[in-house]
């Protein structure tokens, strides 16, 4: 007489370890809070980039200089530098002052002075070569306004 064994299903040892392992990969796929800090940082770096772009484009579609100030190691606003009205954005039709602690955590300027003007053709007529350091805790990302062109970019 001959004893065959149904091999169809997995053993109880089997399925244990494949859960375990399942159970391994994902915690190791979880973020942890550390890799958050740049996350928040690129983000107001960004935004500030995008926000001094728009204060461009505003004024070249317009005519009129617009420009870009910090109004505290914080915040900052887009302004119509002949009125000196704050600009309202596109999106929300609110006023554009951007607080950092609202949105991107403890990120702030690394100084409080930053001011960039321009002029109907898109180039800096105050702040033109400008660096502006944006800081979260040991870390830190540069924005340039170059001087001559008006670009805007990372450094």
Known sequence: M?????SKGF???????TISLLGFLAIAALPSDQDTVPIALEGAARKVKSDIRYAQNLATTTGEPHGFRATSVTTYEIYNVTT???VS????NLP????FSTNYEATSFGAQNYQIEFDRFGRPTLG???IIQLNYGGDQRQI???NTSGY???L
């Open 89 to 92: 954005s596109p999106l929300t």
């Open 11 to 17: 053993t109880f040892i089997e399925l244990i370890l």
């Open 144 to 146: 340039q306004v170059t």
């Open 128 to 130: 033109g070569g400008t």
């Open 2 to 6: 001959k004893i065959t064994s149904n």
């Open 96 to 99: 554009m002052q951007e607080d």
């Open 84 to 86: 000196g009205a704050i």
């Open 152 to 154: 805007v970019g990372f």
